[in-house]
């Protein structure tokens, strides 16, 4: 830990624990205390930790050809792009490594889309955004963050965005105009809390876009890949977007590996030499993200998202603590608002990793659990009963 602060920057302030090794949905630190990780680096361990079939593939992948850069050809990034584009139903794949760059990809095939199809004056092009929004840390995404954390003295700000209330078809009807080239939301915002929009939104905003020619990306690199019991968030709302962007668990919890994806008449504009990158499309990553996708359905990872998701909710709610005012979420991904008047997040993370359970809180007031999408009925039940427990002695004042 002293090394980490000494050498590093405090850019994150992590919890106190110092991990060592992983298996499943279970991690242990240095001191082997076992801990139940309930926060999946942030969804991007869904499949859990070193998953057997994925680690062969690691293994296997990596001896055989790891890196190459696209001025090759592969024997593995055909077969991944049409497993993608078949399992998601878009037309095509460009594949990055974070989810930022997978979200600079989508601004900027969007861009390129508006000034060559839709005629945009150049320069001009306008992007709609939600307040609240988490889509990364590059100088161009935190350009339109509205936390002032994120982007204070790192100006100046990328332009041609423009930032609506979350959940309001008004907001966003009324933000645009003949230069909107498109609207980039989150289906369910992430990291600004677990919030879910109304459900008629998504349909609307699909309503919206369609009507003004306005193209509908979604912001799926948290939510996306059975997070909430579905493939993909906005299969709950019956639409589709037009351009869509994952990562996190597409690397199986080994690797960045993210992707835009969107039809042939948005991508065809992404000539040789307009974008690239020296990883993105690499074979390992490749290779993994393929096997993370059928191991998706083969392993029914979605339907147990679903299941035991609903079934984590149950559980909490049962405990009818005091504390809890709100859980919000579906599927394995729960947002649980606490009142700060017997606690903090941060504290209250603190107090459960102190009882074996991994979980951070988002914003000061809201726990997230998001647990590997492995998860089974006996593991969450041994979690709740820590959580009940912990939440009683907060309300009785004890240790
Ligand atoms: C985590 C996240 C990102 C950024 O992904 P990185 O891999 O950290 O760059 C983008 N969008 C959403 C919704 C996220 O949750």
Redesign the pocket.
């Known amino acids: 830990m002293d090394q980490e602060s000494m050498h590093g920057p405090d850019n994150y302030k992590p919890l106190p624990v110092v991990l060592s090794e992983a298996k499943g949905v279970w991690v242990w630190d240095v001191d082997q205390n076992k801990y139940l990780d309930m926060m999946s680096a ?2 991007a361990v869904s499949h859990g930790h070193a998953h057997p079939e994925l680690v062969k593939v690691f293994h296997n992948q990596s001896k055989t050809l790891a890196l190459t850069s696209r001025a090759f050809y592969t024997n593995t990034l055909g077969p991944y792009l049409e497993t993608i584009t078949k399992m998601s139903g878009f037309e095509m794949a460009l594949p990055m490594n ?4 997978a ?1 600079e990809t989508a601004i900027k095939a969007a861009r390129r889309w508006a000034y060559r199809s839709k005629k945009i004056e150049p320069n001009k092009a306008e992007i709609i955004v939600a307040n609240g929004n ?4 590059t100088t161009t995404i935190i350009s339109f963050s509205s936390e002032p954390n994120s982007k204070d003295d790192f100006g100046p700000h990328t332009p041609g965005f423009v930032s609506v209330e979350f959940g309001s078809s008004q907001a966003v009807e009324e933000a645009i105009n003949k230069n909107t080239a498109a609207v980039l939301f ?1 289906p369910v915002q ?2 600004g809390g677990i919030i879910e929009p109304p459900d008629n939104w998504l349909p609307d905003v699909r309503e919206i876009c369609d009507k003004n020619n306005v193209l509908m990306i979604l ?5 996306g890949l059975g997070r909430t019991g579905k493939l993909f968030a906005y299969e709950h709302s019956n639409i589709r977007p037009d351009g869509l ?1 994952l ?2 668990a597409l690397g199986g919890g080994f690797m ?1 590996v ?1 992707v835009f994806l969107s039809s042939e008449e948005v991508l065809q504009w992404m000539n040789p030499g307009s974008h690239g990158s020296t990883f993105g499309g690499n074979p390992l990553g490749s290779a993994i993200a393929k096997r993370s996708l059928e191991l998706l359905e083969e392993e029914g990872l979605i339907e147990n998202s679903r299941i035991m998701g609903e079934y984590f909710k149950n559980s909490l709610l049962e405990l009818n603590s005091g504390i809890i005012k709100e859980i919000r979420g579906k599927g394995l991904w729960l947002g649980v608002e606490i009142d700060p008047k017997y606690i903090e997040g941060k504290a209250l993370s603190k107090l459960l990793l102190s009882k074996g359970i991994l979980c951070k809180e988002t914003r000061e007031t809201t726990i997230r659990f998001a647990p590997p999408l492995i998860i089974r009925r006996e593991e969450i039940d041994w979690a709740v009963e820590i959580i009940g427990d912990t939440l009683k002695r907060i309300e009785r004042k004890e240790k």
């Open positions: 942030y969804s974070s989810g930022a760059e979200v988490f889509h990364g840390r989150e992430g990291e912001d799926e690199v948290q939510s962007i990562g996190k960045p993210s």
